[in-house]
């Protein structure tokens, strides 16, 4: 079920469609903090990359508050690792609206043009 419903939610993702993207770093995020496996952070981590080449911050905002609220310590990818040191809390992760253009993005998002879905939410992400 898991493989399957991946794969429809990158699918959906490519035509702008992100709510099973999201539920996904969210099954990550919250999910390997309760019961942590190995190959899934593995993908955690490949998906997060995936998904902030694509001008998206939300899979990395997922990621980094796993890392900041959870007690595991596994290998990070170097790549990944990298882009975490631009980003220190939680507000780093956010869009700019009010800037020129409409959509001027956090530190080094990839692409100018984001539709993230990231919220303002206060609670842990």
Not at 87 to 105: M, N, P, V, Y
Not at 117 to 125: D, I, M
Request: charged share 30%; net charge neutral.
């Amino acid at each position: 079920m898991y493989d399957e419903f991946k794969q429809l939610a990158n699918e959906d993702g490519k035509h702008g469609c992100r709510y099973g993207l999201e539920c996904l770093f969210r099954f990550y995020s919250y999910g390997l903090e309760k019961h942590f496996r190995d190959d899934l952070f593995q993908e955690f981590q490949e998906e997060a990359l995936k998904d902030y080449e694509s001008g998206q911050l939300y899979a990395l905002e997922k990621f980094w508050a796993f890392l900041k609220y959870s007690r595991k310590r596994a290998g990070i990818n170097p790549r990944l690792s990298e882009v975490l040191t631009k980003f220190k809390r939680l507000e780093d992760f956010r869009i700019d609206a009010t800037a020129e253009g409409g959509a001027a993005a956090a530190p080094s998002l990839s692409s100018s043009s984001s539709s993230s879905s990231a919220t303002g939410a206060q609670a842990r992400p």
